[in-house]
Each structure stands twice: as C-alpha cells, then as structure tokens.
C-alpha cells in the first residue's frame, strides 16, 4: 500500500472513531434476476479519472478493481465503464484502435477479466462502452480501407468523391467543429468523420461491419461482462443520398454556420441494426442489458430506441432531462412522458456525465444555498424516481465543475479548437477524490493528467462518509432505501400537479407509500399533506432545508423531503 493510501486510511479510521459508523448496505434483492437492472443503480466510471494504481498519472483498471469495496459499499449494483481498448487517445478513448484488447496505459485483458471476477463476488457488474459510430483513424480496418480504392475494406467507411470544384460531397460539419469530411491525398476521396478527423465513421450499410461490430460485442459478453452503453447511437447512419442539411442561424463555436443535422443523425435505419444486436448478440446472454447515449428531444424519440415490442435498447437514457430548466414546472412534463412512453418502456434517467459539465454547479442556485444543497436535489430526483439511474463518478459527493483556467492547460481537443466559447470536457473528468491526502488519494503523488480540484481537503469519500450530513450519506442511505422499501420498486405518481415551485410524487408498492418533495424554485414555501393525498407522515427518509410542522411540510429553497406516508 503507498504512502498516499496509508495516510487515507488512516484519515479514516481517525474520524470513523468519533462519528458513529454509518449503516451498512443492504443486498439487492433483485440482483440475481433477468430484470436486475430495474432496480439497480449504475455508476459511469471514466477510467483515466477514478484511480491510479501505479502511480503514472492515468487511472487504470486496477485502480477501479481496488476500489470495488468502495462501490459496494455505496450500494452501485453495476459499472459503466468508458472505453479503455487501445487507442490514440485524440478523443480520450473514444477513437478505439481495435475492439477486443485493452490499452496498456489502463492495463490488460486480464485485469478486464479480475475486475470482472472480483466484481462478481462483490455484487458489482460491468458494462462497457461501445464505440459503434465510428472507429480510429489508426484502426486496422481503416488503416486497409484508406490504401486504396480497391481494398476489401473500402467498404467499411464512407468514401466519396469530391464535387467538380473539389469540395467536400455536401455540406455536413462535423459535431467537433470544421467540415465532416477530410480528403484523403492517396486516393483522392474525402471519408466522413460525424466527430474528429481521426474517428472515421463506420459504414453500417456493408453487411461486414455489422457483423464485424457484432463479433466485438460478442467477444466480451463470453468474458462476463454484461452489457453496452452504447456511444453515440443518434449518428450510426447518414441518408443514403447525403442530402445537404438545412443551414440554420448563427455559428458553432468554431465559426461555421449552425444546421439542422436532419440528414446525418436519428436515421430510420438505426432502429433494425440495434434490433438485430439485441435479438443476435446481446439476448443470448442472459441478463444482458443495452444503454443507449440517446440525446433526442423528445419522449415519443426515445420511444422508438425501446424497439415497439421492448425489443431493442432496454435503458436509452432520457438525457434531454440535462438541458431541461430545473423547475418542476419543466421537469414534471418531461418526466410525465418518459413515464407513459408507448412502448411501457423502462425509465432511465441521468443528470451528468463525461461529456456535460457537473449537475452540482451547472444550475443557477437560489440565495444562500450550497453547490452541496444542489447536489442532495440531484441525488433525491435520480434516486426516487421510478426507473434506472446512471451516476457519474463524483457525483455522489456533489463534485463540481473545475474547467481549465488557460487554454494551454486545455486537454480535450474541442476545448482548445473552442476556446473560449467551448471550454472543452476537462472540467467534468477532473481525478476522483477518495480523501485529504496528495492528490486527493487518486495515486501516490505523480502529477495527475487533470488537476485535483481545489475542493478535495474536505468535498472527499473519507470525509464525507464519516459525515451523516454529506451528499454522499444522502446518497448513501436512499441507495439503501430502494433495496429494502417496496414503494421504491413501485408504482409512481405525480401529485399537487399544479404546483411551479415544488416537485411533487408518490411512489406505492408492497403497502409503503413514499412521498417526495423537491422545493426547485428560490422561494420558502409550504406542502400541506392535504394536497398530496393526505394521511400523516411516518418516518423521514431524509431531508434537507426542510421540516414537519403538523399538517404541512415546510421546504426552504432547495429543500427537501423524502417521507413515508402513514
Ligand atoms: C459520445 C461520448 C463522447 C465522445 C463522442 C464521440 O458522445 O460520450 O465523449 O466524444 O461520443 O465518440
Ligand atoms: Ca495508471
């Protein structure tokens, strides 16, 4: 054990001495079932970030694997695991070099494999990202395809010649600024690219890709893991006949005019390909699950990513909620959809990840309230709802937001391409922090690849467990809530509907009723129980800024209540 993690350990067991040990987590009672996922908590793990096992400054798998006592504990019943296959790296990952390996910088196969065993015996499953829009650049079946005109993989990107004028084939921008196409001198043919230049996109209308991506996925299903948060679905097809898309006002901020990306994104096709991933690959596991990085507007979208006989992504997450005011005036409607989707799909809900700056402190937050007060709303929401939620690493200890303060320190490509406009992702991928000691615990002292935040003395695993007050013993103990109180497994209603400062529902199930109240607005105000149903209250699940007084709840801004109902 390093000296870092001697002085965590230490800071530990000195605190744990005086505070009361906190409760222990309860078993899933559905983890060994076919839906375990329905009532699981999945926590997004970005590699690089969490922990440094030896020591070089990038998280590894070990780390993670060193850290599932941590995980268990805080009642995660699965990890999401952003990719770690070999890689160049230019999108962190996200430009995967060969699918069925792990770069050296995370570790081997075989730590895949430990973590996964180790996981198992501590009741915490693994699901992998999978990259299906696009490979790297430095990809083996690229690397064929760019060679010539002829070769057998030409097909498995999307080639075309230029226009007369030698001009890109239309006029599509890429997501990550600049044109979508990048003309390739060798063959004379520009390849489309929906994100960077060194991440061509795949082409799903060649039978081979399918079943090449479908073999990839298979490959680590047999290893144990157990399911894909899959990247990106939205882009997996452009239309056949590369129609322009319709330009709309203003600039990206890297100064090409905006468009309507009608053309290149939500195609009708994606729904079979991830119909037949499921039926050919992913059902002949069982208990494997499909997440989906679904960034549609709407629910009747989302509906169609459940496949129309619940036969295609279980959990697209609901991820337009992040851009959604938090307001219950805003959010109840949304929410609302999402509940009476058609197809009686399975509510999945995320308010941060990898790509989105901190929930904590991406809100405006009434007077006198704490980045911590936005952060127990955060936990409340995600944790009471009916349906999945996925947590970021940090999260669950109302981490915020820490962008780079000079472009040089920029290490997201769009950050420094954006700059200032679009700081870039850093800011949300800054290391975990475990406790007080250097480098907040993350590794023994070698310069992380992001900064600690400044926050990490005392916004810490080891301070706040020891805290009954922290975001992470709310989080804590409404993890625990929905393992052992059947309402949490229940049925969920919407009460006091119309109400613009308070969020309002009941969750039934197995004769418990639970009743949360989320005051969003930046006024006190009051819940009489007559409005929500009625009866009295019973025990208090947690609370915060927030009371009983006889009849009536009272929430000061950003309160809340979590409470059963007699
Ligand atoms: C997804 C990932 C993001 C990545 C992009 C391209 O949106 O979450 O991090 O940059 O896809 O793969
Ligand atoms: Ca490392």
Known sequence: MGKAAWIG???????????????????????????????SVIYEIYPRSFADSNNDGIGDIKGITGRLGYLADLGVDAVWMTPMFPSPQADFGYDVADYDAVDRQFG?????????????????????????????????????????????????????????????????????????????????????????????????????????????????????????RLDAVGTMFERADLKDNPVASGTDPYGLPQQQRLYNTEQPEIHPTLQRLRQQVIDRYPGRVLIGETYV????????????????????????????????????????????????????????????????????RPAGTSSDDMAKMIGTLLLTLRGTPILYYGEELGMVNNDPKRVEDVQDIIGRKGWPKEKGRDGERTPMQWDASTNAGFNAGAKPWLPVAPDYTTRNVAAERADPDSVLSLYRSLIAERRTNPALAGDMAMV???????????????????????????TATVMPLARVGGGRTGRIVTQNRARIDGATIRLAPLGLMVVELL
């Not at 040990?21 to 839906?35: F, H, K, Q, Y």
């Not at 197809?343 to 989105?356: I, K, R, V």
């Open 297 to 364: 507007a709407t629910a009747p979208e989302l509906t169609r990513f459940y496949g129309a006989h619940n036969d295609e992504l279980q959990m697209p997450m609901f991820l337009s909620l992040i851009g959604t005011p938090l307001t219950a005036s805003a959010l109840r409607p949304r929410i609302d959809a999402v509940e009476t989707n058609p197809a009686g799909g399975w509510p999945t809900f995320a308010l941060s990840n990898h790509d989105q700056p901190r929930a904590a402190s991406r809100y405006a």
């Open 108 to 228: 081997t196969v075989a730590d895949v494999d430990t973590l996964i065993a180790r996981g198992k015996a501590q009741g915490v499953k693994l699901i992998l990202d999978f990259v299906i829009n696009h490979s790297s650049d430095k990809h083996d079946w690229f690397k064929q395809s760019r060679a010539s005109r002829d070769n057998s993989y030409r097909d498995f990107y999307i080639w075309r010649d230029p226009k007369p004028d030698g001009s890109p084939p239309n006029n599509w921008t890429s997501l990550f600024g600049g044109p979508a196409w990048e003309k390739d001198a060798k063959t004379g043919q520009y390849y489309y690219h929906f994100f960077y230049p060194q991440q061509p996109d795949l082409n799903w209308r060649n039978p081979k890709v399918e079943k090449a991506m479908f073999d990839a996925a298979e490959w680590w299903l047999k290893r144990g893991v157990y399911g894909y």
């Open 496 to 522: 006091d509907r119309g109400n613009a400062q308070i969020l309002a529902y009941v969750r039934t199930g197995g004769g418990k009723r639970l009743l949360t109240l989320l005051n969003f607005s930046d």
């Open 9 to 39: 350990t230490m800071a530990m067991l000195a605190t744990t001495h005086v505070a009361a040990a906190p409760p222990a987590m309860p078993v899933n009672p559905t983890a060994g079932t076919a839906d375990w996922w329905k009532l």
